[in-house]
């Protein structure tokens, strides 16, 4: 059974780099087919998708966060990676990470990771 764990700082300050790892267990990263995507809800807000890498390294960005964002994958340790760069009070959010199945489906996600941003 394949499962997803963030890891993340909890707390940053604004301007710094906010960086957020997802280990996955139970399958390989590297799977023909795979999406591995990192999605982020903000206190009071809905779901916002931000990046996804493929199981070949293909990558893809939200247009409006994508000169911040860097998403990148270490298939030794599967894990995928998100750096979010110059980060504000509005980065605040609950961090997921998801498994895209195919079609922009999640179908496995990780329980979530809180981050703040303050001074």
């Known amino acids: 059974q394949v499962q997803l764990q963030e890891t993340g700082p909890g707390l940053v300050k604004p301007s710094q780099t906010l960086s957020l790892t997802c280990t996955v267990s139970g399958g390989s990263i590297t799977t023909s087919s795979y999406g591995w995507t990192w999605v982020r809800q903000p206190p009071g807000k809905g779901l916002e998708w931000m990046a996804q890498?493929?199981?070949?390294?293909?990558?893809d960005y939200s247009p409006s966060l994508k000169s911040r964002t860097d998403i990148s994958m270490d298939t030794s340790k599967n894990q995928f990676t998100l750096r979010l760069s110059s980060v504000t009070p509005e980065d605040t959010a609950i961090y997921f990470c998801?498994?895209?199945?195919?079609?922009?489906?999640?179908?496995?996600w990780g329980q979530g990771t809180q981050v703040t941003v303050s001074s």
């Open positions: 890498i493929a199981y070949n390294g293909w990558t």
């Open positions: 998801a498994r895209d199945s195919g079609n922009w489906f999640l179908d496995i």
